[in-house]
């Protein structure tokens, strides 16, 4: 049997960042009790009355993960799941009231908005208290002055005091001092909802930079998009409790899939209210695929059953990219301005939609709900019923972006040439022409 020893083998694996082990915390609803702020309050005020209608609340149950150099790890979940509250028993402004958490080298945590600023000190004088507070020297902060202002471009707002400073610039120098910090742990929340996309841009760039020298990142976010392309690992969170622990895909579908539970009309003798009893994809000649290629007209069909009438019924469409589960598309019947005849039960009906796949390589998934239009919740929903590769057609096409648009290029009153002085026109098409050259 090839392979090292096991004593080999775990030299080979860097030992976690991070490490949490059966972590639980507890908050006393009507109280307050956990941070040093409230714990001292606490005290000036023990000769009050205790509140004896505090009643307990688990923000989070039995929590074990580890984070290792080079892992960013995505937190997701609904408001409520106990993300934030992770995220500040790692960063140690909460006491867990059972397990333990284990962290190696310096912390940098992106919190709360300005934490850590006095809003009557200037953005230069912010930059020298923050900086002492996570643990830099005089000179370090010196050393890394001119980088922290450049990455945070504030300008001349650096010498006004940060009270008047919009939430962009808060983040903005937040990040950038968190940078600064040269971190072996970075703790980042929902900060950078508040930043321009190009803001946005720079600190994921950064961030992976982190990454490759060796930083463990822990990234709690709404946006299942950047979890989904960043992080190399995510936890699903629900009711303080890990519902998934795994590639970033996968914990963004069981989210949706979790979310659209909710949101079901329920079962009626046992049976959904409408359920799909076929689904197929077809081309432009009505033949059944499950190829095609960038640009394609395609068909998506499907025949549902309905168990309850549903007066004006609306039929959804999804495309989902199945590598990272980016949502590509989605609408509706409803909001496209198209209405279907009421349904009663018993009906069956077969649906279909035309649709140009203007889209790259890759796999995709189509999916669909159908709701009444009039009604908040869905009759049924399945975001991944049919799927579809797509081939990159033949020829030079090193694109980049989620479309394709099928471009040709002029110049002046010519199609671009390889080389014009050979006599020969060779037009660069990135478009089904290509496509159709190369067809099997």
Not at 81 to 109: E, N
Not at 143 to 163: H, M, N, Q, T, Y
Not at 207 to 233: K, Y
Not at 250 to 260: G, K, P, S
């Amino acid at each position: 049997m090839r392979g090292g020893s096991r004593s080999e083998i775990d030299a080979a694996v860097p030992e976690p960042r991070i490490i949490v082990e059966h972590v639980s915390k507890r908050f006393r609803v009507g109280a307050r009790h956990g941070s040093l702020r409230d714990t001292v309050a606490a005290w000036m005020v023990r000769g009050r009355p205790h509140n004896t209608t505090a009643t307990s609340l688990w923000a989070l149950r039995d929590i074990s993960l580890q984070v290792r150099p080079g892992e960013a790890l995505g937190v997701i979940g609904p408001n409520g799941a106990g993300k934030s509250t992770l995220l500040r028993l790692l960063a140690g402004i909460l006491r867990p009231d059972d397990g333990r958490l284990t962290l190696s080298g310096p912390v940098a945590a992106m919190i709360e908005l300005g934490a850590g600023f006095h809003p009557d000190l200037t953005g230069r004088e912010n930059v020298f208290l923050h900086g002492a507070i996570i643990g830099l020297s005089r000179g370090e902060i010196r050393r890394r002055f001119d980088e922290i202002v450049a990455f945070a471009e504030i300008g001349d707002a650096l010498d006004s005091p940060v009270k008047h400073y919009s939430s962009g610039m808060h983040a903005r120098l937040g990040f950038a001092l968190a940078l600064a910090a040269r971190a072996h742990v970075l703790l980042v929340d929902e900060v950078l909802s508040v930043g321009d996309r190009s803001f946005r841009a720079r600190c994921i760039d950064r961030m992976r930079r982190l990454l490759l020298e060796g930083a463990a990142i822990v990234f709690v976010s709404h946006d299942l998009d950047t979890v989904a392309r960043f992080c190399t690992r995510a936890v699903l969170l629900s009711g303080g409790r890990v519902l998934c622990d795994g590639a970033p895909g996968e914990a963004v579908t069981r989210y949706h899939d979790a979310a659209a539970d909710s949101l079901l009309m329920p079962p009626v003798d046992g049976r959904p209210p409408v359920e799909v009893v076929g689904a197929r994809l077809l081309d432009a000649h009505g033949r059944p695929i499950a190829v095609c290629w960038p640009g394609d007209q395609i068909r998506f069909e499907y025949t549902v059953r309905f168990n309850v009438a549903i007066p004006r019924p609306s039929y959804g469409l999804y495309l989902t990219r199945a590598e990272d589960q980016l949502i590509m598309y989605e609408t509706s019947s409803t909001r496209l301005g198209v209405e279907d005849l009421p349904a009663e039960a018993g009906d069956e009906r077969t649906i279909a939609c035309d649709c140009a796949l203007n889209v790259d390589a890759g796999r995709y998934a189509l999916g669909l709900h159908v709701r009444d239009r009039d009604g908040a919740r869905y009759a049924c929903e399945q975001r991944a019923i049919a799927t579809l590769d797509v081939r990159r057609a033949a020829g030079p096409a090193d694109t980049s972006g989620p479309a394709w648009i099928a471009p040709r290029w002029r110049f002046g009153d010519r199609p671009a040439a390889d080389d014009s002085s050979s006599g020969q026109t060779h037009r660069l098409e990135l478009d089904r022409g290509v496509a159709e050259a190369v067809r099997p």
